[in-house]
């Protein structure tokens, strides 16, 4: 069965500092994978997805990711923290297998914090 | 920006009874979901929707669970007899299409705790 590994439940950093938040898939074949935003009291919010079409995305907020079938991994990045990025990020994945469905894997969620 | 609505945001309700958590798609969207969050765990799917039956549940969606579209706009989760263990954030989501990679849009949540 699919499943999504996250690295590190909660990262610290600084604010400037770079963000790198570790998400591993476990997938015989490539999943659609998705990275999700949690602000405080608010609901999941789409960062960015791969869908096969390049193996860096870009999303909003200045975040990225970078798609590494080798290494099974989409790890989300940012070049420079901000406060307001303090939140709680969750990788997901969707696969293509028989079902065609669009039902999402989690991993267990990283809170980021951003220190001044 | 449309969005996906939650009602209520917090309910607490008694073991045994039943519950409702309702939920309000973005209306041009055809496949719903409803998603939980047990504290300190993963979020997991509990089932999927479309064209007024379910297409995928998952274990977790026993028969004290059903979900139900009464009208054109709202999507509902119901949890006949509440146990302990039902203590969860419930995410209702949906999307326009259902195949793999198209994009989720998720509500708030609704906080649900059992006493």
């Known amino acids: 069965a699919q499943s999504v590994t996250q690295l590190g439940s909660h990262v610290s950093v600084s604010e400037g500092a770079l963000v790198l938040l570790r998400c591993n898939y476990s997938s015989s074949v490539p999943p659609y994978l998705f990275w999700y935003v949690q602000y405080p009291n608010q609901g999941l919010q789409l960062l960015l997805k791969?869908?096969?079409?390049?193996?860096l995305v870009k999303g909003i907020n200045g975040f990225e990711a970078e798609f590494k079938k080798s290494e099974t991994s989409f790890h989300l990045t940012k070049p420079s923290a901000h406060m307001s990025d303090a939140a709680e990020y969750f990788c997901?994945?969707?696969?293509?297998?028989?079902?065609?469905?669009?039902?999402?894997?989690f991993g267990q969620g990283t809170t980021l914090q951003v220190k001044p | 920006e449309p969005e996906v609505t939650q009602t209520p945001s917090h309910q607490v309700t008694q073991m045994g009874q039943e519950v409702i958590l309702r939920c309000v798609p973005i209306?041009?969207?055809?496949?719903f979901y409803w998603y939980r969050q047990i504290l300190g765990q993963k979020v997991e799917f509990l089932v999927s929707?479309?064209?007024?039956?379910?297409?995928?549940k998952s274990e977790i969606f026993d028969d004290q669970f059903s979900v139900e579209r009464p009208d054109g706009s709202n999507f509902t989760l119901k949890i006949r007899s509440t146990k302990l263990e039902d203590s969860a954030m419930y995410f209702c989501a949906s999307s326009q299409q259902g195949a793999a990679g198209n994009t989720i849009y998720f509500g708030e949540g609704s906080w649900l705790t059992v006493v």
């Open positions: 209306s041009n969207h055809l496949y």
């Open positions: 929707f479309y064209n007024n039956e379910i297409s995928e």
């Open positions: 791969y869908t096969s079409a390049a193996t």
């Open positions: 997901a994945a969707a696969s293509d297998g028989s079902g065609n469905t669009g039902k999402l894997i």
